[in-house]
């Protein structure tokens, strides 16, 4: 993406966001789109704000910024699992989803005073997880599973049920799976 001179302004730069996100097959970074509208990653933050505040689909990841509407898996499967682990084993929670031919959609905890939190993850092959691992290493942040000790839900998408059982029994067998024996 060529970066532009241009000083773009309000409604003409959040458009061109959304024109951005729309043709570009990836998800753009802040940085990126910073780059490309030539202002601060602070401005297109909100600018994504303003926009997802008059509906428009766009959603975070942690490879960046997508039009959700673009989402192919819309017509496939969904399935919400509860799945319980350590923080250093979600890089091996998340390889085992995608190797059963899923996308890891979100990660969900309940709060005892937020109530329901929901991030998105978007993960569905094995760069997408190892980059997600390394933005959480590089960024030393905390996952969301680590305020309620490791218990968490994960909204699974695939084309076929078969694959959202083949997930589900990988967790089993790896013992990710949450069930009234997991804990302790």
């Not at 078969?162 to 013992?175: I, M, N, P, S, Y």
Request: charged share 25%; glycine share 6%; net charge negative.
């Amino acid at each position: 993406m060529m970066s532009s001179k241009k000083k773009w302004f309000g409604d003409e730069r959040r458009n061109e966001i959304m024109m951005l996100l729309k043709n570009h097959g990836d998800p753009l970074t802040g940085g990126q789109l910073a780059d490309h509208l030539n202002v601060s990653r602070q401005v297109i933050v909100q600018d994504i704000s303003l926009l997802k505040a008059k509906n428009i689909p766009i959603m975070a990841t942690s490879q960046g910024y997508i039009m959700t509407e673009q989402d192919p898996t819309n017509e496939g499967f969904t399935r919400t699992v509860a799945c319980y682990h350590q923080p250093a084993q979600t890089e091996e929670e998340l390889l085992i989803l995608v190797d059963q031919g899923v996308r890891v959609k979100d990660v969900k905890v309940e709060h005892p005073i937020y109530g329901d939190i929901t991030a998105s993850i978007m993960v569905s092959n094995r760069k997408e997880v190892y980059q997600f691992i390394r933005k959480v290493n590089q960024t030393k942040a905390s996952y969301l599973s680590e305020l309620t000790d490791g218990v968490h839900l994960h909204t699974l998408e695939a084309t076929s049920e078969h694959d959202l059982d083949d997930a589900v029994q990988a967790l089993h067998e790896a013992g990710f799976l949450l069930t009234d024996e997991t804990r302790h």
